[in-house]
């Protein structure tokens, strides 16, 4: 029992350690103008030793030393296989020296060639940033709404007439393990949203921010009269 309870509290630590503080986004800047790739990483020390903030500190990598690949990972169960797709960038050293010094990857693509073709068309032959359809990207961080799933452990809150006739059965397992269920799902609920009050929002440095301009946004599409940002018909008033 003491082997249990001080393992469980090592493993909230480990992954204590891991997510809180962590960077709310990872994102990426494609800089065709300069022919540049930047990304912001956090590295150092820790604010308050263990936890913490660390500081943020930008990369840049010329484009000519980005290589793309196309990785698979297979997930297998007793009842099905899958394979999830990856896009990995990996970073040379220099011209004459193929040593990889970094990588960054898009996770879980389901079309990674498209992915691929889309951004080297970007980058190499001056297509439009944004492809038909598509709008500015928004982070979606800290998005989920506390509670909005509250009904899937206690079965009351969510149409209880209609889970007694269609799963009766079940809905009487879910009543029994409530005891259970409700405790495990406050305390998931309580770190899920201290992970993303403490998540630190990544801060672009000025520099870059002159260099590539601003961001594009729905009126920089609405007044695109040569659909150069984004191809297709104007968007909807």
């Known amino acids: 029992m003491a082997f249990a309870y001080l393992g469980s509290w090592m493993f909230f630590v480990f992954f204590a350690y891991l997510e809180l ?23 150092g020390a820790r604010r308050w030793g263990f936890f913490g903030p660390r500081k943020s500190r930008l990369v840049a990598y010329d484009w000519e030393l980005v290589d793309a690949e196309h990785h698979t990972t297979l997930q297998a169960s007793t009842a099905t296989a899958s394979r999830v797709h990856h896009l990995v960038f990996l970073v040379r050293k220099s011209q004459d020296d193929p040593t990889i010094v970094d990588h960054f990857a898009f996770a879980s693509v389901d079309f990674v060639p498209a992915l691929w073709e889309y951004i080297r068309r970007y980058m190499e032959n001056g297509s439009a940033p944004l492809v038909q359809g598509e709008f500015p990207p928004v982070s979606n961080m800290g998005a989920y709404v506390p509670w909005s799933d509250f009904g899937a452990v206690v ?69 695109d009269a040569y659909r150069r940002l984004r191809p297709g018909p104007p968007p909807a008033v």
């Open 21 to 43: 503080f962590a960077s709310a986004d990872s994102p990426i800047y494609f800089d065709r103008k300069h022919r540049k790739v930047y990304k912001v990483v956090q590295s």
């Open 155 to 223: 079965p009351f809150l969510d149409q209880p007439g209609r889970r007694w006739k269609e799963q009766p059965w079940r809905t009487l397992f879910k009543y029994i393990s409530m005891p259970v269920t409700v405790p495990l799902y406050v305390h998931w609920l309580f770190f899920n949203r201290l992970t993303v009050w403490t998540a630190q929002k990544v801060e672009w440095p000025e520099e870059i921010k002159s260099a590539i301009g601003q961001l594009i946004n729905e009126v920089d599409l609405r007044t």
